[in-house]
T-cell receptor
Framework: GAVVSQHPSRVICKSGTSVKIECRSLDFQATTMFWYRQFPKQSLMLMATSNEGSKATYEQGVEKDKFLINHASLTLSTLTVTSAHPEDSSFYICSARISRTGLAKNIQYFGAGTRLSVL | EDQVTQSPEALRLQEGESSSLNCSYTVSGLRGLFWYRQDPGKGPEFLFTLYSAGEEKEKERLKATLTKKESFLHITAPKPEDSATYLC??????????????FGTGTLLAVQP
């Protein structure tokens, strides 16, 4: 249980194009999903928090117009990197938190990540 | 400022050589401490969550413990397949319904046969 699917696993695109990354919770409902970015040999940095049906909350320094997040349902959140540039190349990882009462609701389950390379 | 520090940065063990990884934290409003395992090019895999000092959790060769200032991940008789980066994260309540995870930089564990 608690499987989070992220697609695509890898994408290579030209500078200026937009890329959409999907994050799905396969066997549970997630009221909250998170988007992280990870640089080589560094830890995960939270980019934004998305709650189903409402606008995402972005961390300081993250451009909301460049990283568009949509959380249309309890099982799907998308991250769109708009007008991607080489400096946006990174490993993007989503996570989902189970909609459940009690302590179990605090656990975040992660997708496998998306390696974005912008040429 | 909320902070999570993991040590050592890297650890090389012989198969069967037990050791411990450390995660120290200074945060306000701790809601929980989490251990994840991350393989190269993959997302983190959930291992344990600890909520109060004195709590312990075990899974196969791994055992996690928690005090008010730090957590240890003990690895007993490790095998090569235990090689991975182990991430520690604390969940902090900044108010409202959303609790964030603050990650440490991880410990890269290599277990040699």
């Amino acid at each position: 249980g608690a499987v989070v699917s992220q697609h695509p696993s890898r994408v290579i695109c030209k500078s200026g194009t937009s890329v959409k990354i999907e994050c799905r919770s396969l066997d549970f409902q997630a009221t909250t999903m998170f988007w992280y970015r990870q640089f080589p040999k560094q830890s995960l940095m939270l980019m934004a928090t998305s709650n189903e049906g409402s606008k995402a909350t972005y961390e300081q320094g993250v451009e909301k117009d460049k990283f568009l997040i949509n959380h249309a349902s309890l099982t799907l959140s998308t991250l769109t990197v708009t007008s991607a540039h080489p400096e946006d190349s990174s490993f993007y990882i989503c996570s989902a938190r189970i909609s459940r009462t009690g302590l179990a609701k605090n656990i975040q389950y992660f997708g496998a990540g998306t390696r974005l390379s912008v040429l | 400022e909320d902070q999570v520090t993991q040590s050592p940065e890297a650890l090389r063990l012989q198969e069967g050589e037990s050791s411990s990884l450390n995660c120290s934290y200074t945060v306000s409003g701790l809601r929980g401490l989490f251990w994840y395992r991350q393989d190269p090019g993959k997302g983190p895999e959930f291992l344990f969550t600890l909520y109060s000092a004195g709590e312990e959790k075990e899974k196969e060769r791994l055992k996690a413990t928690l005090t008010k200032k730090e957590s240890f991940l003990h690895i007993t008789a490790p095998k090569p397949e235990d090689s991975a980066t182990y991430l520690c994260a604390v969940q902090v309540n900044y108010g409202g319904a959303t609790n964030k995870l603050i990650f440490g930089t991880g410990t890269l564990l290599a277990v040699q046969p």
